[in-house]
Every structure is written in structure tokens, then in C-alpha cells.
């Protein structure tokens, strides 16, 4: 049986927070809509141990939230498995994913709480990548085996996870456009980067963020400082395993 304290409590901050939030709950087309930002909102939301908790102890609650497939905050409209840019003071721009879109409901209102898949980044994992630092881009991520509960109106963009090959056709720079091509999971890189396909003469994993001569006959990829520069003959390049075979 529930904690009569727990389940008192939970009623006292959802009214809070009802008191703060109104959101316009559109049956038809199971969405939320219109959300109304307010400081308050954030600031009573903090004084729970976590966002998580709370939505722990609702949900021993009766009818006291739903799942929805959207969300539409500023314009933006968010959906499951959606990319997104969530900022913090903490820790500026980081990367998640959308998991669940959770409507914590009373009397036909809705407070949104999102559950979100984190992305790392390269800075993030600095001490497993070790030597292999030098291969991995700026614009990598590695979707990790964390998870949280986030107020929508820490979501501030939209952002687009690529895998490799389709990051280096578009080859785009600006904007919160990366790819991804392992994930973090039990504190570890998966595939481990050992595995990842090599490429150029020393044998190392594909980062875009370098420069890359490719042979006019294999079409295999070398680093520019890895090529002895006279064996670029007008621009063009003909790699070593290629004069061979002449």
C-alpha cells in the first residue's frame, strides 16, 4: 500500500504546480498544447528530490497521468524519439533523446514531464576514449544508458543525430547537426573503437573534423599529414597499394 505521507505530499505539490500550468488537453489528437512558461513553475518543481520521484509517487495514484506521442512548446513541436537541444546553466547546450512524453493529470489539466535518453559527447568521455581522442569529431555523440525527467521548457531546439555516412554526404557545420556511430553503455564504447573500420595507412577510425586526401583510384580515405606530399602529382593522388598494382 502507498505512504499515506507520500500520497498527501504528491497532492500538495501537484495542486502547486497546477497553479502554475494550465495545458489545454486535446483528446482527439492525444497531444499537449499551449504550455504557459512560468519561473514559479521551475522553482517548485526544484524543491522535489527529482523530478523521477515525483513521478514515482503519482504514479501510485489513481488516473493521475497519461502517455502522449507530442508535445508542443514555443512553436517547437516534440516527438517521441525526437532529437533535442536541452539547456542547462550547469552544463550549456547537451544533446537527448525523447523516450516518453508523461502527462501528469488532475482534474483534466496536465503537467508534462519528459523522459529523456542522454547523448555524451567526446569531452564527456575523455578517460575511455584514451589515445583514440585524435578520431573522434567534435560533432560525435555516443547515445548513453542514462536516462532523466525534464520540465519541456529546458527543451530550447530541435537537434538531428546522423549516422557517419549520411554526416559526411551532407557535410554540414552549423547548427545542432551530429552523427552517431556507437553508443555508451556499462561505462563502456559499443562497438569499442578498436573495432570501428580503419582507414589511411595508420590504421585509424574515420573523424571528418580532419583532412582527408582520397586515392583517384580506390577511393580509400588518408590523412593529408599521413601522404608524402610529392606523391600529390597535380592535385591528384594514387595511393601506394595502387602504384603496386600498375
Known amino acids: 500500500m502507498s505512504d499515506p505521507n507520500i500520497i ?5 505539490k501537484l495542486n502547486q504546480i497546477f497553479n502554475s500550468i494550465k495545458l489545454e488537453n486535446v483528446q482527439t489528437q492525444q497531444t499537449l498544447k499551449t504550455i504557459t512558461n512560468t519561473n514559479n513553475l521551475i522553482a517548485q518543481v526544484r524543491h522535489c528530490k527529482s523530478l523521477a520521484q515525483l513521478f514515482h509517487n503519482v504514479q501510485n495514484l489513481s488516473q493521475t497521468h497519461q502517455l502522449f ?7 517547437l513541436s516534440i516527438q517521441l524519439n525526437n532529437d533535442v537541444v536541452i539547456y542547462t546553466k550547469e552544463d550549456g ?3 537527448a533523446k525523447v523516450i516518453e512524453i508523461i502527462g501528469v493529470v488532475r482534474f483534466q489539466q496536465f503537467t508534462p514531464i519528459i523522459k529523456i535518453q542522454w547523448y555524451y559527447s567526446k569531452k564527456d568521455l575523455k578517460q575511455i576514449i584514451g589515445k583514440y581522442l585524435d578520431c573522434i569529431s567534435q560533432r560525435e555523440l555516443f547515445l548513453s544508458d542514462q536516462y532523466d525527467y525534464i520540465q519541456p521548457d529546458t527543451i530550447v531546439g530541435e537537434a538531428q543525430v546522423q549516422e557517419l555516412k549520411e554526416f559526411e554526404q551532407k557535410n554540414l557545420t552549423n547548427g545542432f547537426i551530429f552523427f552517431c556511430r556507437s553508443f555508451y553503455k556499462n561505462e563502456q564504447i559499443l562497438p569499442p573503437i578498436q573495432k570501428w573500420e580503419k582507414h589511411c595507412i595508420c590504421r585509424l577510425p574515420m573523424n571528418p573534423d580532419r583532412k582527408y586526401l582520397m586515392c583517384d583510384i580506390c577511393q580509400q580515405s588518408y590523412h593529408k599529414e599521413c601522404v608524402a606530399q610529392n606523391k600529390i602529382v597535380q592535385k591528384l593522388y594514387v595511393c601506394a597499394s ?3 598494382s600498375k
Open 8 to 12: 498527501q505530499e504528491t497532492h500538495h
Open 93 to 95: 547546450h547537451c544533446i
Open 242 to 244: 595502387c602504384r603496386k
Open 69 to 75: 506521442k507530442e508535445i508542443k512548446i514555443n512553436n
